[in-house]
């Protein structure tokens, strides 16, 4: 047998995510605070759709990337103007497609740390280097422009950046976006932007990075109804990108994903022109979660939680514990059946991510047995 050429490591938010529902199908009281993903249903609209497109036997394949009425939809909730949309399988699809399409051996391209776990693989995937630019951890972990400026070389191709920030939580204001857009056009980069957690801003507003119009020659912008609409499985994400990189993106989802799914196009039609409610909702309940979640871990002596204003997670540093954040994930599942997820997973050890989708009861018992953890008498000594 010829060896393997490639192993890519899986991602690490979804095989927690499997092994925790594992236990749980096992009969474990496992509370999985894992993978991000909403756990209310669906907008009723987009479920209708579904059915009814099945039952119209809409089963065929649709344009690689996407059909018009859906972009339309797309280009009118988002208010994106200029460029051309694309529509994938989800974010992932796009952003990975953007880094392949825009940078490749020899390049490097430059992504936030802590970061979403799957970002430096994509752009090991596109044979490029990513080069890790640590956020400010007295600013909320956000990325600054000095920071940036020391990481830059000429083989940079482009930033991959995320608003609002999974794993941290963080929104970024419009000031410190500005600078994003300046140092990108001041050393020529492009700026892939993932959006994905844009409705779930609980201070203030969310700024997007169209309302940067200097940056949209350079912008390709991703967001997708997986979070907004509560509909991960469904996997429908669109983008916004100038017409130079759609076009490479466009062919490259050709070849790969071949097009979205045809009934969850229906369904993201249905939500994205039917949602205004849902989404506000949405940002109640978990606003609403965090706000009950936030003091307890707060109050629990030997970590630290960051302050949040978005996304829904909660990061929390561990480093006065002394243990390492995978054996803190580990002895925590197994001692008080809690799964969270490693910061090493988001390239910053000494960190543990909490996503906090589920009801506000399973998360005040999470917050209990985490303090009953961090304050076990032999904690220290068990390490
Ligand atoms: N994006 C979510 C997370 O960070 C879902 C899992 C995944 O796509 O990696 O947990």
């Keep these: 047998m010829k060896p393997l050429y490639r192993v890519v490591p899986s991602?690490?938010?979804?095989?927690?995510?499997?092994?925790?529902?594992?236990?749980?199908?096992?009969?474990?009281?496992?509370?999985?605070?894992?993978?991000?993903?909403?756990?209310?249903?669906?907008?009723?609209?987009?479920?209708?759709?579904?059915?009814?497109?099945?039952?119209?036997?809409?089963?065929?394949?649709?344009?690689?990337?996407?059909?018009?009425?859906?972009?339309?939809?797309?280009?009118s909730r988002m208010g994106w103007k200029g460029g051309s949309i694309l529509i994938s399988a989800g974010a992932k699809p796009l952003v990975s497609a953007a880094v392949a399409c825009l940078a490749g051996p020899g390049d490097e391209v430059l992504l936030p740390a802590p970061c979403y776990t799957s970002y430096p693989e994509m752009i090991r995937l596109a044979g490029a280097v990513p080069v890790s630019v640590s956020g400010d951890p007295e600013n909320r972990f956000a990325l600054s422009k000095t920071a940036l400026e020391q990481a830059v070389s000429p083989r940079t191709k482009a930033l991959l950046f995320n608003n609002p920030v999974n794993p941290t939580g963080t929104v970024y204001r419009r000031?410190?976006?500005?600078?994003?857009?300046?140092?990108?056009?001041?050393?020529?980069?492009?700026?892939?932007?993932?959006?994905?957690?844009?409705?779930?801003?609980?201070?203030?507003?969310?700024?997007?990075?169209?309302?940067?119009?200097?940056?949209?020659d350079r912008l390709i912008?991703?967001?997708?109804?997986?979070?907004?609409?509560?509909?991960?499985?469904?996997?429908?994400?669109?983008?916004?990108?100038?017409?130079?990189?759609?076009?490479?993106?466009?062919?490259?989802?050709?070849?790969?994903?071949?097009?979205?799914?045809s009934l969850s196009e229906r369904a993201a039609i249905a939500v994205l022109h039917d949602d205004a409610r849902f989404c506000r909702d949405l940002r109640d309940t978990f606003r609403k979660r965090r706000d009950v979640?936030?003091?307890?871990?707060?109050?629990?002596?030997?970590?630290?939680?960051?302050?949040?204003?978005?996304?829904?997670?909660?990061?929390?540093?561990?480093?006065?514990?002394?243990?390492?954040?995978?054996?803190f994930c580990r002895d925590l599942l197994e001692r008080e059946s809690v799964a969270l997820t490693p910061g090493s997973a988001f390239l910053c050890p000494g960190f543990v991510r909490l996503a906090y989708a589920q009801p506000e009861p399973v998360l005040r018992e999470a917050a209990e047995r985490l303090a009953r953890f961090v304050s076990h008498p032999g904690f220290r000594e068990d390490r």
């Design 11 to 75: 991602s690490i938010t979804m095989s927690l995510d499997k092994t925790a529902k594992e236990l749980i199908a096992s009969g474990r009281d496992v509370i999985n605070l894992t993978a991000g993903q909403v756990d209310l249903p669906m907008p009723k609209s987009g479920k209708d759709a579904v059915i009814a497109a099945l039952n119209a036997d809409r089963t065929g394949y649709v344009p690689a990337t996407g059909s018009a009425d859906v972009k339309a939809a797309v280009r």
């Design 175 to 216: 000031e410190e976006l500005r600078a994003i857009v300046d140092f990108c056009k001041e050393h020529d980069l492009w700026l892939v932007a993932d959006e994905v957690y844009g409705e779930f801003v609980y201070d203030g507003i969310f700024v997007s990075l169209n309302a940067f119009t200097d940056a949209w």
């Design 221 to 261: 912008l991703v967001n997708s109804a997986s979070k907004s609409y509560a509909m991960a499985g469904l996997r429908l994400g669109y983008a916004v990108a100038p017409e130079s990189a759609a076009d490479a993106i466009a062919g490259y989802l050709s070849h790969t994903l071949g097009c979205p799914c």
């Design 293 to 327: 979640l936030y003091p307890l871990l707060a109050a629990i002596p030997g970590i630290r939680v960051e302050q949040s204003a978005g996304a829904f997670y909660l990061w929390i540093d561990i480093r006065e514990t002394g243990m390492d954040d995978a054996a």
